[in-house]
């Protein structure tokens, strides 16, 4: 079973910026794509930001020029910079892994973490 493990949210003001980490681990023997996705009261779930094992890279349009998605192969992690954060991108950030794990067995995972709380105030 993978584990995500992310960190970096908080309150800011509006203007500001923050960092995201995710963290996979468990077993990992590939990455096809992590990413962020977000989640804003009464609102469906959107992409923020996805990054390929071939480092291709794809930004929801609200956030193309503020944020930058990375990622640390070393370490399986993925990181989000926010900058000039507007209160709009107020969400649970939650990180997205898909790749492959063994547990035994090969095994394919989509899994998703618990979610970072991001509070921009005006």
């Known amino acids: 079973q993978v584990q995500l493990v992310e960190s970096g949210g908080g309150l800011v003001l509006a203007g500001g910026s923050l960092r995201l980490s995710c963290a996979a681990s468990?077993?990992?023997?590939?990455?096809?794509?992590m990413g962020w996705y977000r989640q804003a009261p009464g609102k469906q779930r959107e992409l923020v930001a996805v990054?390929?094992?071939?480092?291709?890279?794809n930004y929801a349009d609200s956030v193309k020029g503020r944020f930058t998605i990375s990622r640390d192969n070393a370490k399986n992690t993925v990181f989000l910079q926010m900058n000039s954060l507007k209160p709009e991108d107020t969400a649970v950030y939650y990180c997205?892994?898909?790749?492959?794990?063994?547990?035994?067995?090969?095994?394919?995972?989509?899994?998703w973490g618990h979610g970072t709380q991001v509070t921009v105030s005006s």
């Open positions: 997205n892994f898909q790749g492959t794990y063994y547990s035994g067995r090969y095994v394919y995972a989509d899994e």
């Open positions: 468990g077993g990992i023997v590939s990455i096809n794509a």
């Open positions: 990054i390929t094992s071939g480092d291709t890279t």
